[in-house]
Each structure stands twice: as structure tokens, then as C-alpha cells.
């Protein structure tokens, strides 16, 4: 009757998305009247008895360097065999980048119905109502899953992270772990900058901004509020940004509590992928643009002149001049 | 080299989102159908350049529908693909469409099964994952370029922050989003041709269906946007910080 989180890593160390599958589990697992586990799969460089601050209270560690990278159907093996061992029926990925290779493959294995990008806690009143975004955030919908075991994915950025106190048991999990046929052979990070989907805050820009040498003020601005870069899809389609700063219907889906438009218009297909931001602050120089009805915040005027502006409230604001 | 692009129909990215009968229905009145973006762009616009590469190629297509599907199997049949399949069923289950595609898979014995990351209505991301498990398949989600070296594939998915690389020997299961192709538009030739493309018409496989809608919703309408003048941008971040707390 347990609740079972995955706790996603990377190069050993817990990803930010983990601490919000966990804050949610532990209330899933308080509204269930049930404790709360977790599985970590491969080597990790961190303590995890820390992790009990988030509520879980046991931690399943299956230590197996050929868990070191992502194969699903290998780490589907895996998981599936700590479900069985902690008799868990309600398992919760984070619906990231690993999680949607991953809890299909689960799904599948295990027979448990999945709702993925779960955006609040279940109703568990009468079975189990997931609500999840649909229409690529024009719309919800509330899904009924109907098995035993149950999975669900929640959204990034969806639920807060509540730390408190407590320390987790950290048990060694003997699995029996396939042969991966995904051979990992290089990872290519952009060091130093925070990732696009993890970000708090996200500053984007788009067409108004008249060209690529034009970047360095909102890269400035960026690094002020310690947040991630984005931009519209006619930036990455020119090439003046690469393709994975693309938020949108068809590049990346973000939530961060802060998104700040300058120069984009706002057409729908951009909207779909920044629409669950909590807060959204448009900057354009056209008060007709659509963007603005979407906005909490907005500055008409010339993205030149605001933007440096912004830069210099920032750091007043955060004592950096 | 045989390849299969699971293809599935969606809103035009402009439709207007509404519900009717008592909102559990989506009102696809007036809505105009378009190819997913994802399995259009990226999965199928791949395959075909696979296949320029090397003209012994085949191509299928994988759709689970409605008649009302056809319109959408022959656009992608005029871009390029060589014959199309469509299961004559409609389910909003990620695991009972996952079954009927993996059933079309079982008989075919493909090299590559390409879906898109997600279907733009449903956001589901799962059908790709789904359809590896049920055939023993190694999966990568989230693709962003794919590459063949003999009977490898070197595939790059997205992780936060940067990229990963990876080998597998086919067959294999991708789910592809951008970077995957650049999109195309049908030609005259093309559309031609689909005309005369086969399309096969499948009964469905008896499958269970794990979950069920209950109802949609459409979120709440923002309260309207709090103008600040063009030389106040300090009272911006003002707000930002003590009123939003955002900053």
C-alpha cells in the first residue's frame, strides 16, 4: 500500500526534480494514511539518509555501476523488482527528461495505469483522479486510473519542495539488472548555466530583439536573477539561438514561478509551452501584442532601453552595486 | 532498413480548446486536424531523409484512429512515407494504442520505430515507451538527432542542461522532438503519389484500457496584466519582489 519515489540523478548527484517527486510523495503518502519510499538506482556521490528531510523514511540504493546511465528498459527492470519487494501500489516519477523514457516502460511491466505530468496531488476520495495538463496547457484533465498499482508523473515545477526534518534509512536493494543495450558514450553539458526545465526563473527573448549580437544584455539580465535562457521559435529556426532554448508547442514546455518575455509577440504555439508559468512579465514595444493577455506584468516600450534598466534594478535590488 | 513512424492526429496548434457533454468530450467542432507536429516534423520527416540516404529504405505508417483519420495518412503518405496502416479504433489509453501499434510492430519486424516525443492534445509522452516494452525493445526518449552507423544507431537525447550520446544496436524504439529534422511540405508529386500509396484498414487486438477521463477543464483566465510605465522599471521589480515574490 506504499508510496515508492524514483529518485532521479545525474552523475551522482540528486536532481532538483527528485526533491519535488519526494515532497509530493510524502503527501500523497500522509492523504493515503502510508509511509513513504524511495529507489536510487546507480552510483551517488550524495547522503541520502538527507533525503528524509523531504518525508521519505526508507531508501532502496541499487549501487550497480551498469545503473550509472539512463537504459529504460534496464532501469524499468529494476524499479519493478523494488516494487514487488516493498509491496509499493502507487509509484511517482518526476515527468522529466528520465521519467518519460522510464514509467511507460513501467506501465507496461507492471500493468499499472500511468497519468503523465500530473499537476496537483490525486483525489484519492473514491479511487484515484489525477489532474493533469492537456492541449499542451490550453486545458486539464482530471484521469481515473484503474488498476492495482498505480503510476503517476508530475510536471516539473508543479509542486513545491517542503524540506522539514528527519533522516532517511538508506538500504542496499540487490537486484537482478539487466545488460543495457543504450551504451552511453558522451554527455555534453553547458557548465555553469541552470538547466531550462529546472530554472525558477526563465528570461526569454524573441524576434524584437533584431538579432543574435543583441543577446548580451539579456544574458545579463539573466545572470543577475540567476536564471535560464529561452527564446521564440523564429530566434532558433534563424539559428540566432540553439534549438534548445526553443520554449513552445514544439520545443520546450517550462513552469517556472517566473517567465519574462522581451520581444515576443506571443502567438498561441508559444503560449502553450510557457502558459503553466506562475508569474509572467511581457516586455514589447506593441501594446497590441497578444502576449500581453497572458501577462501579470508587462512594460510597454523599447527592449533596448528596458532592459539594461532592468539589469540595474536587479542588482540594486539584490545589493550588487 | 525498415522503418515504422507511428503517426497521430491533433488540433491545429490554433484550435479553439472548449468541451461539451457536461465537458468530457473534446468539441472537435469546426476544428481543423493536423499531423502531430512531433511525429510530422521530427519522426517522419527523419525517416524520409533515412531513406534518401539510402534508397532500399522502407517506410510504414502506424496510425490508431477513426476513417476521420485518413485525410491526416495521406498527407504523410505525401511526404514520403511507402504504405500506411490504420487500426480502425478510437481510444484516448496511452496503453491500449500502445498495444495495436506494437501488435502492427510484431508483424513487420522493424529496424527503427520512430514516434514523436508527445501527441500536442493528449501530452501524454508515452506511447513510444510503451510499444519498446510491450516488444523487449531498447527505447530513447526525447531524441534530438539520430544517426546510423551499419545496423547502430548513435542517438543524442536531451538531458537538463545539455545533451547525451548514446549507441544501440537495432532494432530500437525513438521518441523524436526538434533538432530530429527540419519540417517539410508535401509536393505536388508527392501528393500524387499518396493517392496510390497502400492503406491498409486493421481491425483492433482485444487490450485493456488502464485509465479513463473523467472530465476537462479549462485554467482559470489571468486577472489582466499590470502595465508599469517604460521609465519605472524599478517599480517592476518592485512588484517582482514584494507584491509576486518572484525575485
Known sequence: ?321 | MKILVCISKSPDTTAKIAFTDNNTKFDANGVQWIINPYDEWFALVRAIELKEADPTTVIHLVTVGGVDVEPIIRKALALGGDEAARVNVDSQDSFYIASQIAEVAKQGAYDIIFTGKETIDYNGSSIGGMVAELLDLPYVALATHFELKGTTAIITREIEGGEEIAEVALPVTVSCQKGMAEARIPNMRGIMAARSKPMKVIEPIAADTLTSIVDFGLPLVKAGVKLVPADHVEELVRLLHEEAKAI
Open chain 1, 1 to 321: 500500500m506504499s508510496v515508492l519515489v524514483f529518485i532521479d540523478t545525474a552523475e551522482g548527484h540528486v536532481k532538483k526534480a527528485s526533491l519535488e517527486v519526494l515532497s509530493y510523495g510524502a503527501k500523497v503518502a500522509e492523504q493515503l494514511g502510508t509511509t513513504v519510499e524511495g529507489v536510487v538506482l546507480g552510483t551517488v556521490s550524495e547522503d541520502l539518509a538527507a533525503l528524509g528531510k523531504y518525508g521519505v523514511r526508507k531508501i532502496h540504493h541499487v549501487k550497480d555501476g551498469a545503473l550509472d546511465h539512463l537504459d529504460a528498459q534496464v532501469y524499468a527492470g529494476v524499479i519493478a523488482q523494488v516494487v514487488n519487494a516493498s509491496g509499493a501500489s502507487l509509484i511517482i516519477f518526476s515527468n522529466n527528461v528520465d521519467g518519460k523514457a522510464i514509467a511507460p516502460r513501467l506501465s507496461v511491466r507492471l500493468k499499472a495505469g500511468l497519468v503523465s505530468g500530473a499537476v496537483a496531488l490525486p483525489d484519492t476520495s473514491n479511487g484515484c483522479v489525477v489532474k493533469k495538463n492537456v492541449f499542451s496547457g490550453k486545458a486539464f484533465a482530471n484521469i481515473a486510473v484503474k488498476t492495482e498499482i498505480k503510476i503517476i508523473s508530475l510536471s516539473p515545477n508543479a509542486y513545491k519542495i517542503i524540506a522539514g526534518e528527519g533522516t532517511a534509512e538508506v538500504v542496499p536493494f540487490t537486484a537482478t539488472v539487466g545488460t543495457p543495450k543504450v551504451k552511453v558514450t558522451s554527455v555534453v553539458k553547458a557548465s555553469g548555466e541552470v538547466p531550462l526545465t529546472e530554472a525558477e526563473i526563465v528570461v526569454s527573448a524573441g524576434r524584437g530583439l533584431k538579432g543574435p549580437e543583441n543577446w548580451g544584455m539579456v544574458e545579463e539580465l539573466a545572470k543577475v536573477l540567476h536564471a535560464a535562457l529561452a527564446c521564440s521559435r523564429p530566434v532558433a529556426d534563424a539559428h540566432w539561438r540553439p534549438h534548445n532554448e526553443h520554449v513552445g508547442q514544439t520545443g520546450i514546455a517550462i513552469a517556472p514561478n517566473l517567465y519574462i518575455a522581451i520581444g515576443i509577440s506571443g502567438a498561441i504555439q508559444h503560449l502553450a509551452g510557457v502558459n503553466r508559468s506562475k508569474v509572467i512579465v511581457v516586455i514589447n514595444k506593441d501594446p497590441e501584442a497578444p502576449f500581453f493577455k497572458a501577462a501579470d506584468y508587462g512594460i510597454v516600450g523599447d527592449a533596448f532601453e528596458i532592459i539594461p534598466k532592468f539589469t540595474e534594478a536587479v542588482k540594486k535590488l539584490k545589493g550588487m552595486v
